[in-house]
């Protein structure tokens, strides 16, 4: 070997360990907020809102993460056959809209997400401006996301205008008293 390829292999090991440290270096762990920062992240990159932290939705999503490592299970609904947000309706959010995304066996926070949004349907819960709330839960392997819209007076006064809006135009007469 001369001089020149000796230099080469010095200049490839130094590139390979520092571009290895980079991508340790943004590598982060798998935490509720890891999780929570990279959504709204790829949310406002996509032209959408943050969402909010919710402690119901949090709660409910560490009881389900919980529930599948206990229980043996991977599956949105439960191994007794109940819908995912059984877990969200036990910690009284009352929602309009909720989504669910589930990750096993990914050692990064950016992993886990990665694989979410190349996935389609799990993209859309990232990505679906019907949702303010999120909640995460980990537990062992696996990361539990809960994406909601709570349902509150605002959304019962914005329905029932809605409804008697239609009404008036269902009910206004087509002539006009003289």
Do not use: C
């Not at 439960?78 to 819908?83: K, L, N, S, W």
């Amino acid at each position: 070997m001369n001089q020149k390829q000796i230099i080469k292999i010095q200049i490839a090991i130094i590139f390979i360990t520092v571009f290895s440290f980079v991508q340790i270096a943004q590598a982060s762990p798998i935490t509720s907020q890891n999780i929570v920062d990279l959504t709204n992240k790829t949310r406002i990159q996509n032209g959408f809102n943050e969402l909010n932290i919710s402690s119901e939705l949090s709660k409910a999503a560490q009881d389900k993460a919980y529930d599948m490592v206990e229980k043996n299970y991977w599956s949105h609904q439960t191994i007794e056959g109940h819908p995912f947000w059984i877990f969200v309706d036990r910690k009284n959010y009352q929602w309009n809209h909720l989504g669910e995304n589930i990750a096993a066996d990914f050692n990064t926070a950016e992993g886990a997400m990665n694989g979410w949004l190349n996935s389609p349907s799990h993209q859309k819960n990232i990505l679906n401006s019907d949702y303010q709330d999120i909640g995460v839960g980990a537990y062992n392997n696996i990361v539990v996301a809960y994406y909601g819209n709570q349902e509150n007076s605002v959304n019962y006064i914005n329905k029932i205008t809605e409804i008697f809006s239609q009404w008036r135009v269902h009910l206004s007469l087509p002539f006009a008293y003289q």
